[in-house]
């Protein structure tokens, strides 16, 4: 029988990445890249690097596709509110990088007062999920209109009153005029998993990982 290996998703390129790269690095796997870019594959685990767009993620490791992956906890919460996935992928634990906030951000010049400031006007927000469970948290109806990039924008071109979006150093927002004014999700990459039972071998890789990961975030407190 074919030596079992576990199949981890990382992000191919982008915020995520390097991260993703340099905690499986921390842990003692070096990755070795494919030549089509799409496959890596680990030495000194039986483990296989798949690599992806971060928003493939969460439905490669829903649908068996890989058994874990890495993902920003904005995109895995915001599918999870959104589709249902007959066995969806489950969070294994938060991993301490590419922390960001998603924020609802207004013009400057908004004299903001608080959520029912947002009654009936438009946000504009790739998150509409997380977006519209928030607005119902605070128990105020807004049109959500959903960009799937250049968010930031949608006020000055009147799309939209406000927005909804990923924040870190908010210099983005602040050069399009605008300011934060709630925060809707706090956010950090997070290991998700296949929620189906591993077999005893795979199980025996995921455990040998969590612990090495588990050793390397120790050792950053
Ligand atoms: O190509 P692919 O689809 O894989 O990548 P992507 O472009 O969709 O995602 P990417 O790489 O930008 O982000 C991946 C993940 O990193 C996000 O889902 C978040 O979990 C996390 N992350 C951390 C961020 C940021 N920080 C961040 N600053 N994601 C996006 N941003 C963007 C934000 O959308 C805004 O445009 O950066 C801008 C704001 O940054 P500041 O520093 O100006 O506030
Ligand atoms: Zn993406």
Redesign the pocket.
């Known amino acids: 029988m074919a030596e079992e290996r576990l199949r981890i998703a990382i ?6 990445s390097d991260g993703s790269f340099e905690l499986l690095k921390s842990c003692g796997l070096k990755v070795s890249r494919g030549r089509d870019k799409l496959y890596g594959r680990v030495q000194e685990m039986p483990i296989d690097v798949l690599l992806l ?3 493939d993620i969460p439905a490669f490791v829903a649908d068996n596709a890989c058994d874990i992956g890495i993902v ?4 895995f919460e915001e599918e999870l509110l959104s589709e249902t996935h007959e066995a969806p992928a489950e969070e294994v634990m938060q991993l301490g990088f ?3 906030r998603l924020m609802l951000a207004a013009p400057k010049e908004w004299n903001f007062d608080g959520a029912n400031d947002l009654a009936s006007k438009r946000i504009a927000t790739s998150y509409p999920a997380l977006t519209k469970a928030w607005l119902e948290r605070e128990g105020v109806e807004a049109k959500v209109v959903m960009m799937k990039g250049s968010v ?1 924008v949608a006020p000055r071109l009147k799309i939209a009153d406000a927005v909804c ?9 602040d050069a399009n005029g605008l300011k934060p004014v709630a925060t809707v999700f706090d ?1 950090e ?1 997070i290991l998700i998993r296949n929620a189906e039972k591993f077999s005893a071998e795979k199980q025996a890789i995921f455990d040998a990982l969590i612990k090495r990961i588990n050793g390397v975030l120790r050792s950053k407190d």
Do not use: F, H, P
């Not at 992000?11 to 995520?16: A, N």
């Not at 920003?72 to 995109?75: I, K, L, S, T």
């Not at 979006?165 to 927002?173: H, P």
């Open positions: 992000q191919k390129s982008g915020r995520l767009r971060d928003d920003g906890q904005n995109v590419a922390r960001c930031e979006d990923i924040v870190s150093t908010g210099a983005t927002l956010s990459a």
